[in-house]
């Protein structure tokens, strides 16, 4: 009885190696669930970034960023560059970076802009742009950046 299990686990184990190249199967040991790739791979949320449109002169104008998936027990900072036609203390309060986003897993960066200096001739918008810059602990996603224009 001893040996009839054995022969039929033995025939059973040259049945799946033959069957392996037909099937496509890979041989050696296996990973399930299969492992992540990408920024999953370390587990790091992934952050975007979206405008909320073009603002007025003397209005708030906005970003939103966004992280997926949210972090469980708090949020994270996010390196950010601000670059475009507008000018930093001309046509909008400086931004600082870093901006931070909460445990909702959305944050904001609000572009207050200033009354328009230039004098009446000069009535043109200008452009506002935020790119994400990588950081410890986050992927960059896309949209990696986002514009709004100050409307004169």
């Known amino acids: 009885m001893k040996n009839q299990n054995i022969v039929f686990i033995a025939i059973a184990f040259a049945l799946a190696f033959a069957l392996a190249p037909v099937t496509k199967a890979a041989t050696g040991p296996v990973r399930w669930p299969p492992p992540p790739t990408g920024s999953e ?12 449109g073009d603002v007025s002169r003397g209005k708030t104008g906005s970003f939103v960023l ?28 400086p931004l ?7 445990q909702s897993g959305y944050g904001v960066v ?12 000069f009535h043109q918008a200008y452009s ?24 004169p």
């Open 110 to 121: 609000l572009v207050q802009t200033l009354p328009d200096r230039r004098g009446s001739s």
């Open 41 to 52: 791979a370390v587990g790091f949320p992934v952050i975007t970034i979206h405008s909320t």
């Open 96 to 102: 600082v970076s870093p901006a931070y986003i909460g």
């Open 66 to 93: 966004g992280m997926e998936p949210v972090l469980m027990f708090g949020g994270t900072y996010i390196n950010f560059s601000v670059s475009g036609t507008a000018i930093p203390g001309v046509d909008y309060v």
């Open 128 to 151: 506002v742009v935020i790119t994400l810059n990588p950081g410890p602990g986050y992927a960059v996603g896309q949209p990696s950046s986002a514009q709004i224009m100050i409307k």
